[in-house]
Structure formats: C-alpha cells, structure tokens
C-alpha cells in the first residue's frame, strides 16, 4: 500500500492521504487541499498504519474530480449525460458501485455533494476518493481492465455533466429552503412548551457546555430561550440547568483524563494525537482541545515525551528495567554442535543471535540443514524458510545420507515477521531474512526476533555482497549477534565472537572448504588467520 501511495503522489502528483477502513481519515487532512504531504510523510503514515487505504484528495490540489456511483442504477443515470466516445479511468469498489475519474474543472466551483440521482455522489474541492488497490472487510477497489490512471489519462468533464450537477445543487437549495421554513414552524410548535421545557433546555445547556462555550454567555443564551418558552421558563431554574451542565462537563473530563491515562500506558512505541482522538471516540473540537491538554499534563508528570519532528507525536517514558539475577544464573552453554566444529572455538548461550552472511551459491543453506542435522535429536529444531516450498526442501534433504522420514524437526515457510513465530526455548533457523531496500531497518529486525528469545537461541541468514565482510545492512546486523559468521564460495569466516570457549581469540579466524552434493563440506585445513 506504501508503494501505490508513493506512486499516486509522485508519478501522479496527486495529494494523498491514509483512510480506515471506515472511510474516516486518519490524519486531519484539512493542509493536504492546499498542499501535497512529503514522501516523508506518506513513508510516515503508511508505517503506522500498513494496511491504510488510499485517499487521493480531489479538487484542484490533484486535478482530479470524481463521482462515485453507489448502484448500477446511479452509474447509467450519470451515462445519459456522457458523450458514446468518452473513456475515463474507472475503478469498481467493494460493494460493487463505480468511481469514475475527471479532470478538475477549472472554471467551475464544484465541491462535494449528492446528485439528483439516488445513490450518485461527488467529489470535488473539499473531497477525497477511496484509490485502488485499497481493501476493507467488503473487499478491495479494483481498476478496471485498462482503465486505471496508468492506462489512461482522466479526461475533461462534459459539459452536459456539470449542468446536470449544478442542477442538482440548485434543486437541493430550493427543496433545503422550504424543509427549513417547514422545520421552523414545526419546532415553534413541538419544542419547548408545557410537558417539554425542562428537558429541551437541559439538553441545550449540554450542547452549549460540551461545545465551549462560556458559561455566561451559556447563561445568556439559555435565559432568551427561558423567556420564549410556552409558558415562559423560571430564569433561576433556566441558570440550575447551566450549572448541572458544567457538573457533568466536568465529571467527562475527569473521566477523560482517567481514559486517555489507561489508553497511554498500553500504548507501545509512538502514538499521534489523531490516534488518541480516534481510541476515545472525540469528535468535537473542545473534546480534543481537552486531550491536548491532559496529555500536556501526562508530559509535565514524566509519563510522556514529545518526540519526533511533527506536533502530536508522542512515546510512553519506560523506566522499567528487569534486574540481572547474575548470581542465580546458569553457568551452562547452550549445548549445540556447528558446523566446522565451531563449537570448539566459540561457546553458545541462551539467548543468543547468530547470524549467518553468506554470498549467492557459497552454502548458507546447506550450512543449515546440517545444522539442522547435528542438532534435531537432542533439540527442537524450527526451520522458517523464505525460498524453498515442499518439493525443493524434500530435494534438498534427499541429498544427505539419511531417509527423509528420520529427519526429526519443524519445517516452516516465511518470509517475514519472523519475530511473530519464533519458539522462545528452540533453535530457531531463519533461512533467510530478506531485506531489498532500506538496508538500515535490518538491526531492528533482528532486534524483533531477539525479544522473543528465553532459552532458545535464533541463527538467521542474510545475504552478502561478494568481497565484504559483513552482510546488507552493514553493522547493523552485527548489533545483536553474539556470533557473526560470513561465508563465501570455498571460505567461512568468524567477524564476531564474543564467547570464547578457550583463551585464543577466534576472530578473524577463517577455514576453507568445499562442498559436495549441495549437502557434504569437506576441509583439508583447520582454522587459520588469513
């Protein structure tokens, strides 16, 4: 969804923005009609909320106008109204009505509303449009087979089309006119008389209260409505009903602060201001002019800090730190035998991350599987695999001198989110992580999978451009690992090793072999210093 997001902004120049899957924004999006967000931004969003769907803004800031059939109905209506030859882009949405896309007008003033039609609206100045290949729990918005954005370009709008919703607007205005004089006489009659008054009045003084305004000119206000009641209203029981409102406004915000607390200290990593209103459900202005302020106040007492370089952005302060219990700790290494006989060299404990940096076609995988193979009948063994499906694993163990039925260990496929499944107590192999941009985030990665780790430890693989040391990611990859091992066609190498299991240091050692079958490594050398 990122990708698509960039390519409507940058490919398209149109202003994007992310929507929940209930068509409510999840950002105020009020700047992004005059201008469009930064790729930083757009990255921003779509990290917080991955599964975002796409809202382009239309009107002027993207050139775009849209109209959105809701019904078969609605979308032929609007197809009397348009010239045979016309083609536009067209998308399909979940409930199977139509978005058609135009070019903005630019010498019409056209915004957002409902047609005559039932079930057509449009979106101009002040609207935004639900992009393909956005998905909800109804189902994704789908381009229509060559007619996306990237097929075709939107054309204008036909006049006969703008009529029609010019039209519309001035039939709305004529029929809003008279429902409003029929409404005012209506409420003369029904509201605020005998039987009514006292419950008309509270619920005004809530509405003033809850709105912001001020008490006085809550107390004016309500006191004109008092006078013109039928019979007129006591002003001093008028005034008791400003005073229960302010009680229970009060007694909200209380409550609020006490919600807006609980919602915070469950809270992992950063959170927007947008996702405080959104979690309590504030729609009006002073009720998030009020969760402003209690967070202000969650600042002051040391429970937040504002981070980042965007206002609203903020982090839970976590002063929790678990003890070392060194002297009630185990003395005994993780029991694992390696490949190479490394375990000679470099002891094991629980807990541990090993990573695994190997070139194209130089053995990290069958450095693996006969990982695997020492280990899987004194340990459970869990195998994530990101490139092998069932037919090429089966290849690949029939090579080794054992019957497949006798290889004893958990063979899973992955590709990524490895922290989710990795077995805290088990050796869990990850072959591989793959990582094909943004080489940096590779520490956090590994990070999300030591976490998870008690008494198992985690040997993940990465790839290696040829002649370096250390794997993409730089010495990111190296943050977490207690061992780091490279490995190139014929050569293994130890980059880092912080358990020794003798007084020699194993850094830098290397050993060269060759491997046969895709399964069996031969030396002819121990390990030496190169």
């Known amino acids: 969804m990122l990708s698509e997001a960039i390519q409507y902004l940058t490919k398209h120049k149109f202003s994007v923005i992310p929507v929940q899957s209930d068509k409510r924004p999840y950002v105020k999006w009020a700047e992004f009609q005059q201008r469009h967000p930064t790729r930083e931004e757009v990255e921003k969003w779509w990290g917080i909320w991955p599964d975002a769907m796409i809202g382009i803004v239309t009107g002027s800031i993207s050139g775009l106008f849209a109209i959105d059939c809701d019904t078969q109905e609605g979308y032929e209506a609007v197809q009397k109204y348009m010239p045979d030859s016309l083609i536009f882009p067209l998308a399909k949405t979940p409930r199977g009505g139509w978005h058609l896309y135009f070019l903005m007008p630019t010498d019409h003033k056209l915004t957002v509303g409902t047609a005559i039609v039932p079930g057509v609206d449009y979106r101009g100045e002040g609207g935004y449009i639900i992009a393909p290949p956005s998905q909800n729990s109804r189902g994704a918005y789908t381009w229509q087979h060559n007619l996306s954005l990237d097929h075709i370009e939107p054309p204008a709008l036909p006049p006969a089309v703008i009529d029609y919703i010019n039209n519309s607007i001035k039939y709305k205005c004529d029929v809003v006119s008279a429902n409003k004089r029929q409404k005012v006489t209506t409420i003369a009659n029904n509201f605020f008389t005998k039987g009514r008054r006292d419950e008309d009045l509270f619920h005004v003084a809530n509405c003033l209260i809850k709105g912001g305004m001020q008490p006085d000119y809550a107390t004016y206000t309500l006191n004109i409505l008092a006078v013109n009641c039928k019979p ?10 400003i005073k229960s409102a302010l009680e229970r406004a009060k007694r909200r915000e209380r409550n609020l602060t006490q919600e807006i607390r609980e919602w915070v200290l469950t809270t992992n990593g950063t959170f927007l201001t947008t996702e405080v209103y959104n979690g309590q459900h504030l729609t009006t202005r002073a009720e998030k002019k009020k969760a402003q302020v209690i967070l202000g106040r969650l600042v002051e007492e040391g429970i937040l800090e ?21 002297l009630n700790a185990s003395d005994t290494p993780f029991d694992i035998r390696w490949p190479f006989g490394i375990e000679a060299l470099v002891q094991t404990m629980p807990g541990n991350i090993i990573v695994i940096a190997g070139e194209p076609n130089a053995g990290k995988t069958a450095f693996l599987l006969n990982l695997v193979k020492e280990n899987m009948r004194q340990r459970t063994v869990y195998y994530f695999s990101s490139e092998m499906g069932p037919m090429e694993m089966r290849k690949r163990l029939g090579k080794f001198d054992i019957p497949l039925n006798d290889w004893q260990f958990h063979a899973k496929e992955r590709t990524s989110n490895f922290g989710d499944v990795i077995k805290p107590d088990a050796i869990n192999i990850i072959d591989f992580l793959e990582v094909y941009d943004e080489f940096y985030k590779i520490g956090g990665m590994i990070k999300e999978i030591y976490d998870k780790l008690d008494r198992g430890i985690a040997v ?40 020794w299991r003798t007084t020699e240091n194993p850094n830098g050692l290397e050993r060269d072999f060759k491997l046969a079958g895709g399964c069996k490594f031969y030396t002819d050398r121990d390990w030496h210093r190169p």
């Not at 007129?232 to 009903?241: I, R, S, T, V």
């Not at 504002?306 to 060194?326: A, L, M, P, S, V």
């Open 232 to 241: 007129p209203f006591p002003l001093a029981e008028a005034q008791d009903k």
């Open 306 to 326: 504002r981070t980042g370089n965007k206002n609203g952005c903020y982090r839970i302060i976590d002063r929790e730190c678990e003890d070392i219990d060194f």
């Open 460 to 499: 993940i693989a990465i790839q290696k451009n040829r002649g370096t040391d250390y794997g993409l990611g730089g010495g990111r990859g190296l943050e977490k690992a207690r061992l780091y091992l490279t490995m190139a066609p014929g050569k293994v190498k130890i980059i880092k090793a912080k358990n």
